[in-house]
């Protein structure tokens, strides 16, 4: 199915619970940079919602997976607008009792800022080896292994995979002030982070767990970027925080 941002094509899933009748509580999960709404991590915290009465929507956004937009063209401004815009989808569902947001790395940075825009509707957020080092890296000029200087950006910057990235990316990621989207967000927030990720993007995920008035934080000891260590460790961390939250 599609969700229309703006006329951009967002590809997105709905699950509806196992055994679902009525209403329930949702869950919106966003994938991070180069990724997409059907890697294994992402599926398989869906697969758990869902078995303990969650909805799932996940969605591909901006220049990602299956939606419109190029790579190259992405910014945190398009994904902010298009995490709202699946936030409004989830308030027209009558089926939906209570939002929440699931966000990795990229997407749970993009969840923060999204919480902080829409926070009267969001009963509570997860961060997932949040990337919230990405925009003072960008006003410092050190993102993706590359130096630039931050007053004089390149045009385009290398990534992984062979794709580049425009500098625009770099221009809006520079306005945005992690620390106020935090202070514009009191619900319950649940920050998992493996301690073999990288060490920058560590200890900014333990400043926002410190900055938030309730969050939670838990450490997957030896465990990367993208939980290919314990995966069972992280879904488990989830489905303990949101089993005794939504209560
Ligand atoms: C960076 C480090 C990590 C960066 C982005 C990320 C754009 C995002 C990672 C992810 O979403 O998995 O320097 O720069």
Known sequence: ?????????????????????????????????????????????????????????????????????????????????????LIDYALDQSFVSDIYLCGHSQGGLTVMLAAALKHEFIKGMIALSPAAMIPELARKGRLLDSDFDPDNLPDELPTWND?????????????????????????PVLIVQGTNDMPDLIASAKAAHERYRHSEFVLIDGDDHCYGVHMDKMVDAVREWICRTCK
């Open 1 to 85: 199915m599609y969700i229309l941002d703006d006329g951009i094509k967002l590809d997105a899933v709905l699950k509806k619970p196992d055994n679902f009748n009525g209403r329930c509580p949702l869950v919106i999960i966003i994938h991070g940079f180069t990724g997409n709404k059907d890697e294994g991590m992402l599926v398989a915290v869906s697969d758990m919602l869902n078995k303990n009465g969650f909805a799932t929507l996940r969605a591909d956004m901006y220049g990602h997976g299956r939606s419109d937009g190029a790579f190259k063209d992405h910014t945190l401004f398009k994904w902010m607008s298009n995490a709202m815009t």
């Open 163 to 187: 794709q580049v990235l425009g500098s625009n990316y770099i221009r809006v990621a520079q306005t945005i002030h992690v620390e106020e989207a935090i202070d514009r967000y009191d619900g």
